[in-house]
């Protein structure tokens, strides 16, 4: 099912559409994976490496990641399921480290889940060269982080994608509920919505003009509250028919 491949298409924050991230000096790769619930396909092997021109001291924690109907995420600490070793590293400048994630929770799975990683620069003092009020220097501390996502999921497990309700609200944009009754993670960032009125007519939005909330994934068994705006089905009137279509 081709909603399977966009597991590659996740957005940081939401999810990323790339394998490989920076942050000030850092790359993290990869950003997304598919893993299987047991077996040697269990584990996961993250490269971290500093870009930088000086050392830097990363912490590395497990959590788990669930959604609700508008699309916002929510972040758990999670070291029952998830493994990562080391979960604290020093990596100097122009150096790797490769870390070893592994899911040790239910082998077996029926609905697919959502773990990750994050991958946090721990805080670093810079003298900012600013003057205080008492007449000394400034000092800043800056950490930065990195999220990467990981999708737990037996072979078996495919998303079902569907349109529950699609109703005009009084300022005319189209509310539409999407339904996963799948066993599978359904990912929206390539989704697009042929949406037909009752005279006929069509128009197609692609995500760019779908509002999905926060978080482009939608969980097994779970809907998601999408909003298309007024001004992008402006030539449509009456009821709609909309249609979804994965790439």
Same mark, same amino acid.
């Given at each position: *099912?081709?909603?399977?491949?966009?597991?590659?298409? !996740?957005?940081?924050?939401?999810?990323?559409?790339t394998?490989?991230?920076?942050?000030q000096?850092?790359?993290?790769?990869?950003?997304?994976?598919?893993i299987?619930?047991?077996g040697?396909?269990a584990?996961?092997?993250?490269?971290?490496k500093?870009?930088?021109?000086?050392p830097?001291t990363?912490e590395?924690?497990?959590f788990?990641?669930?959604?609700?109907?508008?699309?916002?995420?929510?972040?758990?600490?999670e070291?029952?399921?998830? *493994?990562v070793? $080391?979960? @604290?590293?020093?990596?100097? $400048?122009?150096?790797?480290?490769?870390? @070893?994630?592994?899911?040790?929770?239910?082998?077996?799975l029926?609905?697919?889940? *959502?773990?990750?990683?994050r991958?946090?620069?721990?805080?670093?003092?810079?003298?900012?060269?600013?003057?205080?009020?008492?007449?000394?220097?400034?000092?800043?501390?800056v950490?930065?982080?990195f999220?990467?996502?990981?999708?737990?999921?037996?072979?078996?497990?495919?998303?079902i994608l569907?349109?529950?309700?699609?109703?005009?609200?009084?300022?005319?944009?189209?509310?539409?509920?999407f339904?996963?009754?799948?066993?599978?993670?359904?990912?929206?960032?390539?989704?697009?919505?042929?949406?037909?009125?009752t005279?006929?007519?069509?128009?197609?939005?692609?995500?760019?003009?779908?509002? !999905?909330g926060?978080?482009?994934?939608? *969980?097994?068994k779970?809907?998601?509250?999408?909003?298309?705006?007024?001004?992008?089905?402006a030539?449509?009137?009456g009821a709609?028919?909309?249609?979804?279509?994965?790439?």
């Amino acid at each position: *099912m081709k909603a399977v491949q966009n597991l590659k298409t !996740l957005l940081v924050g939401g999810l990323l559409a790339t394998t490989s991230a920076y942050a000030q000096g850092y790359q993290v790769q990869p950003m997304l994976a598919t893993i299987a619930p047991s077996g040697s396909g269990a584990r996961l092997t993250l490269s971290v490496k500093n870009s930088g021109a000086v050392p830097i001291t990363l912490e590395l924690i497990a959590f788990r990641a669930t959604v609700d109907e508008a699309g916002t995420p929510t972040r758990t600490d999670e070291t029952k399921d998830l *493994m990562v070793y $080391p979960d @604290q590293t020093l990596i100097g $400048p122009g150096k790797e480290q490769t870390v @070893q994630v592994r899911y040790i929770g239910d082998p077996a799975l029926i609905d697919a889940r *959502m773990y990750g990683v994050r991958v946090a620069q721990l805080p670093i003092d810079f003298n900012s060269g600013a003057v205080g009020k008492e007449g000394g220097s400034t000092t800043v501390k800056v950490s930065f982080n990195f999220l990467s996502h990981i999708i737990v999921a037996p072979p078996t497990a495919l998303p079902i994608l569907s349109v529950s309700s699609a109703e005009r609200a009084p300022s005319g944009d189209l509310k539409l509920v999407f339904v996963n009754s799948g066993s599978g993670i359904a990912v929206l960032n390539d989704t697009k919505l042929t949406l037909t009125d009752t005279a006929g007519k069509s128009v197609t939005v692609d995500s760019s003009h779908i509002d !999905l909330g926060k978080f482009s994934a939608l *969980m097994p068994k779970q809907s998601r509250q999408v909003t298309v705006a007024a001004k992008d089905i402006a030539s449509l009137s009456g009821a709609i028919k909309p249609v979804i279509i994965l790439h």
